[in-house]
């Protein structure tokens, strides 16, 4: 009589997603992938470079700090193309991305902010709303270049800094806490994405 043999329970989805980027964070590429979304979301896209941050403290704990240097570099980066979308390619390339989010009638709102209190706003950066929206906005406004790259450098800095900073001594809980209930925290995730827009649709 032949034993029944059990077949593994099948991963879903989102957990085989996971697995991938774990296993692929400590890759030959990783870190010029996240350079490339950490100036992408600053500039155009709608992703955060923390998916791909915080999987690559996950895996060495010890480049924490190195790491989030290295995205605070390429967000402020990407930021300024996002400068130069707003500033010198409004007309065709940046009210273009400003339709896609459904910004368009939000962008004076923006303008009427950085005229009013531009430095504050840039301090958005350490908030869910998107970055993107910051940038294009303060390159619209004509906001003062030789502010802007220095508070980009604080506000993006002191998130990836603080994020880095708390994976690095709370990392194994925190590993355990995500893979126990990834579910969970990508719901969570995808929430402050939404607040995010929505935030910046409807607070100017």
């Known amino acids: 009589m032949s034993e029944r043999v059990q077949t593994p329970p099948r991963e879903g989805a989102l957990r085989g997603l996971y697995r991938w980027v774990i296993g692929h964070a400590a890759g030959p590429y990783a870190w010029w992938a996240l350079a490339a979304l950490a100036f992408a979301e600053a500039s155009f896209f709608p992703i ?93 406004a004509r906001f003062d270049l030789a502010l802007f790259v220095p508070l980009c450098a604080i506000t993006r800095g002191a998130r990836f800094t603080l994020e880095a900073g708390l994976l690095y001594a709370f990392g194994e809980p925190v590993r355990e806490f995500i893979e126990k209930r990834l579910e969970l925290v990508f719901l969570v995730f995808l929430v402050l994405l939404v607040a995010g827009f929505l935030i910046a649709r409807y607070a100017f």
Do not use: N
Not at 49 to 63: E, K, T, W
Not at 64 to 92: E, H, K, M, N, Q
């Open 48 to 140: 955060p470079p923390d998916v791909m941050l915080a999987p690559m403290v996950l895996a060495d704990r010890r480049r924490a700090f190195r790491l989030a240097a290295w995205c605070t570099l390429f967000s402020v980066l990407g930021g300024l193309f996002g400068y130069a979308i707003g500033s010198v390619l409004y007309d065709s390339v940046g009210k273009w991305l400003i339709q896609f989010y459904s910004y368009g009638d939000r962008i004076e709102g923006f303008h009427a902010a950085f005229a009013r209190m531009g430095w504050l706003i840039l301090f958005q950066g350490f908030t869910p709303i998107p970055f993107k929206l910051v940038t294009i906005a303060a390159g619209f």
